[in-house]
């Protein structure tokens, strides 16, 4: 390779994709405002050809709650409607297909962000294996570069009480983690959170989820959403993410006027220009990078990119992801427009198996790391013996 960002434009021949539905039981059931997930299933998808495989993960959710795509409808558009359209146009030139030009294949595809960026993921994995590339180093191929480790964080879905948050977060501070982001919900915050900042201290970085489940004053049933939401600004919280619904950019401007706790958004950044234009709105503050909801791990360094520009606070989130999707993740907040830390935790967290290697933590309490991967690709490929254990369909698709 001769410039470390050379590997988004090799081409890489592809003659098959590989659809695999995997399931992955939960330590514990992971509950959020939209739901619960208690057996993670996700596609993943594998791309074939001479010049080698690449693996991708599609990080929909087993319910359509969170976000309208869900594994089995992901599963259907992939095998579908974009694993044809991507061996249509990989079969297009006789060196195949370059990762700058996913999307664009994909694109006559209305929505399906996260089944799209599960194929580019794949064609970045095959390219950068076949160049002996890192995807870190593919995602942030200008000076600095990537970092070598990322700090460690966990995000901790809704408990009942607030004496369960203090248990919870004493045991993840123990293990290593030095950012919290707990989930929230209206009866489930204020107190929840105080708890967690008292047995935290002031060094833990602590974020609240709230997934979209409060409404300003004035909406039915929810009129004192804005004064609870209030009361947070003594909790030194490093962001509130997502507190109004998804399409509620207004809302999120007058909230970011009414508090002092940094504005974070997630599901409403659905694409790099949505995430500029929540910016300059003052609807955010903060922004949580996640690959899949743009579509694109291209696109998603892109915004890493601008964010690191213009001095705006950043982190990538994660979705419940296997090892495949956790390496993906690794590399992308290795970026250094990754300002804060994120979703960036140990697969024992969540996994007892996993299609992959375990991803750990390492290093004191608090002040714990994770290994960013410096293998070609995603530097992880699935294990047969696991793929065999965790499967429960394949398909394969060729033109
Ligand atoms: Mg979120």
């Not at 993960?57 to 694993?83: Q, S």
Request: aromatic share 2%.
């Amino acid at each position: 390779m001769n410039s470390p960002g050379a590997v988004r434009s090799a081409a890489v021949r592809i003659d098959e994709v590989e659809l695999r539905v995997v399931a992955l039981p939960l330590v514990t059931p992971f509950v959020a405002a939209h739901g619960r997930v208690d057996v993670r299933t996700a596609v993943l998808v594998r791309v074939a050809g001479p010049d080698g495989e690449g693996w991708g993960e599609c990080a929909a959710l087993p319910e359509p709650t969170y976000t309208a795509e869900f594994t089995d409808g992901a599963l259907l558009v992939l095998r579908d409607h974009l694993a044809p359209r991507l061996l249509t146009a990989a079969a297009r030139r006789s060196t195949g297909l370059e990762p700058t030009e996913v999307a664009g294949a994909l694109g006559p595809v209305v929505g399906h962000p996260m089944a799209k960026a599960a194929l580019e993921l794949a064609v970045l994995d095959a390219a950068g294996r076949a160049a002996g590339a890192p995807l870190a180093r593919t995602l942030a191929p200008h000076p600095p570069g990537p970092s070598a480790t990322v700090p460690a964080g966990v995000a901790v879905g809704l408990l009942p009480s607030p004496d369960d948050v203090a248990a919870e977060v004493t045991a993840r501070v123990g293990e290593g983690y030095g950012r919290v982001k707990l989930k929230i919900a209206p009866g489930r915050d204020v107190e929840h959170l105080r708890a967690a900042r008292e047995v935290g201290g002031p060094a833990l970085v602590l974020v609240a989820d709230a997934n979209g489940a409060y409404r300003l004053d004035g909406e039915p049933g929810a009129d004192d959403d804005a004064r609870r939401l209030a009361a947070l600004d003594e909790l030194g919280l490093a962001c509130l993410e997502q507190p109004l619904a998804v399409d509620d950019l207004l809302g999120h401007v007058e909230l970011a006027r009414r508090l002092a706790t940094p504005i974070c958004l997630d599901e409403s950044l659905t694409s790099p220009a949505l995430t500029e234009e929540a910016l300059d709105r003052g609807a955010c503050s903060v922004v949580c990078v996640k690959a899949p909801r743009y579509g694109s791990w291209l696109a998603a360094a892109d915004v890493l990119d601008r964010c690191a520009g213009n001095g705006v606070a950043a982190w990538v989130g994660g979705m419940l992801d296997t090892g495949l999707g956790r390496h993906a993740n690794l590399a992308l907040a290795a970026h250094p427009g990754a300002t804060l830390p994120g979703d960036l935790a140990a697969t024992a967290r969540f996994f007892t198996d996993d299609v992959t290697g375990p991803v750990v933590v390492t290093g004191p309490p608090g002040g714990g790391t994770l290994d960013v991967p410096t293998g070609p690709g995603l530097g992880a490929a699935p294990g047969e013996a696991a793929l065999e254990r965790l499967t429960v369909t394949t398909h394969r698709v060729r033109l």
